[in-house]
């Protein structure tokens, strides 16, 4: 079983930043993807960005050019680096571990932007 965590969201006045934290620990394999969603009151959860285990990122349009997703120093630390934060990106922010067929959700961290 694979546990996954996230930390790091609060309460952010509109173009701040905010960096968010994904640890991931249990029976993970050698090699795995991170993703990051987010879903707002009212909405369906959306698709924000992906780190490949090779090291390879992709980003959602309404989040490019201002989040950052990387890997920490530890493998199995992933961070979302958000800056330029919106009103509209107020959500709870969910981090994904992937890995082709046996993939885990954390519970997610509340991030509001104030205007």
């Known amino acids: 079983q694979v546990q996954v965590v996230e930390s790091g969201g609060g309460l952010v006045q509109s173009g701040g930043s905010l960096k968010l934290s994904c640890e991931v620990s249990g029976r993970t394999l050698s090699a795995y993807d991170i993703g990051w969603y987010r879903q707002a009151p009212g909405k369906e959860r959306e698709y924000l960005a992906r780190l490949w285990d090779n090291g390879l990122t992709q980003y959602e349009d309404a989040v490019k050019g201002r989040f950052t997703i990387f890997r920490g120093t530890a493998k199995n630390v992933v961070y979302l680096q958000m800056n330029n934060l919106k009103p509209e990106d107020t959500a709870v922010y969910y981090c994904?571990?992937?890995?082709?067929?046996?993939?885990?959700w954390g519970q997610g961290t509340q991030v509001t932007v104030s205007s």
């Open positions: 994904k571990y992937i890995s082709g067929g046996d993939d885990s």
